[in-house]
Structures are given as C-alpha cells and as structure tokens.
C-alpha cells in the first residue's frame, strides 16, 4: 500500500472531542474525509444522527430511520457528493480505553465497505485519546491500516489556540446532545 498521512482539521477535532466529553455516555456520529494523493484530510462538522446511547457506557446506535431520511434529504437536496464525503465513523468509548471492539467491529463491516472503496473509523474517550485506522474496501478487502503518531492537524495549531476553540463551541455541542441523544437503560435496551 501507499505511504499516506491523515490530518484533521482543527474544528472537527473540537467537535468530536467536545461531543465525548459533554456525553456522559458513548455517543457516534460521521465526519467527511477527502483523499488527495496520499492525504486524508477530515473536515467540516461532525454529523450526529439520533441515537440511542446504553445508560452504562457501552453502546450506541443510529436511529436507522432519522438516518436514512438524513441521506434521502442530501440526495434531494443536490448535496449527493458531499454526503459520499462522510467517510468517517467516530465514536467515543467515554471513560473506556480506546480500541476496536468486538462490537466496533461488527459495525466497521456494516458501514461504507458494500459501496465505498475505503473507510476511515476512529474512536476517542474523555481522556482526550484516541484510535484511527483506514479500511480499504476496493479493488478487495485489506487488513486494517492503523495511524500510530498523534493525530495531524490540517492548519498550525496550539493547546491555546484549540481551547478557546473548544470553549466557542462547547455550548452548541450541548444543544446538538439534548436534541440527538437518547439515554436508554441497559435493562430495556433489547425492548426497544
């Protein structure tokens, strides 16, 4: 495989963080990420669709309906590019380490492989760590390509610089969790 580098830009960073920390709760969403020659480049806000987060931390789902009328409206809407763009799949695994579980991935295998050539799939926690690795899909199934250095960022930025950001955003953040999230608990997650 190609030699390729992974930079993020430093509002997704923010955003994503921002969503592991203000949840109290695992919490997921999808990011946009373009590839220039050997470059990944993550950008633009994070969508989070509705979802359904396990009361004890350890699981999160999309609501599949709310999610596909997200895709059918950037289809109508003329944004199918910009919807083919969210190659992303974040996660934070709260308190817990950050790694691929079992159930990550179960998920990996559902999301992008069917139609997409590559994926890239990451998970943070409230520590402010995080896992990233590229899946390529096409022309056939490769092992997972893991990203060992700390994450890059796409434009010069320092601790300084990233909190006043992070402070900026964090109340938007808040809002997009009350109105996405929905805590469920462990003991009626199967019932729903």
Same mark, same amino acid.
């Given at each position: %495989? ?6 993020? &830009?430093?509002?997704? =960073?923010? &955003? ?7 949840? $109290? ?14 470059? #990944?480049?993550?950008?633009?806000? $994070? !969508?989070?669709?509705? +979802?359904?987060?396990?009361? *004890? ?5 999309? &609501?599949?309906?709310? #999610? ?16 083919? +763009? ?12 950050? =790694? !691929? ?8 295998? @559902?999301?992008?492989?069917? #139609?997409?050539?590559?994926? %890239?799939?990451?998970?943070? /926690?409230?520590? /402010? ?7 390529? =899909?096409? $022309?056939?199934? +490769?092992? $997972?390509? #893991? ?9 010069? @930025? *320092?601790?300084?610089? %990233?909190? /006043? ?24 997650? &199967?019932?729903?």
């Amino acid at each position: %495989m190609e030699e390729f580098e992974v930079v993020i &830009d430093p509002t997704s =960073y923010a &955003d994503i963080f921002l969503a592991a920390d203000i949840c $109290p709760v695992e919490i997921s969403g999808l990011a946009k990420v373009i590839k220039e020659s050997g470059r #990944y480049l993550i950008f633009g806000e $994070p !969508f989070i669709p509705k +979802q359904k987060c396990m009361d *004890n931390g350890t699981e999160t789902d999309f &609501d599949m309906i709310a #999610y596909g009328k997200w895709c059918d409206e950037m289809i109508r809407s003329g944004r199918e590019v910009e919807l083919k +763009q969210f190659r992303l799949w974040w996660h934070s695994h709260a308190r817990s380490d950050v =790694y !691929f579980s079992i159930t990550d991935e179960n998920t990996i295998t @559902t999301i992008g492989g069917f #139609y997409s050539e590559w994926w %890239m799939h990451l998970v943070v /926690n409230k520590r /402010n760590q995080a896992s990233l690795r590229l899946d390529i =899909y096409k $022309p056939e199934r +490769q092992p $997972p390509k #893991y990203i060992e250095t700390k994450i890059k960022f796409s434009s010069p @930025t *320092n601790s300084a610089m %990233m909190k /006043n950001l992070m402070s900026e955003r964090k109340e938007r953040m808040r809002k997009i969790i009350e109105e996405k999230v929905e805590i469920v608990s462990a003991w009626r997650w &199967d019932d729903d």
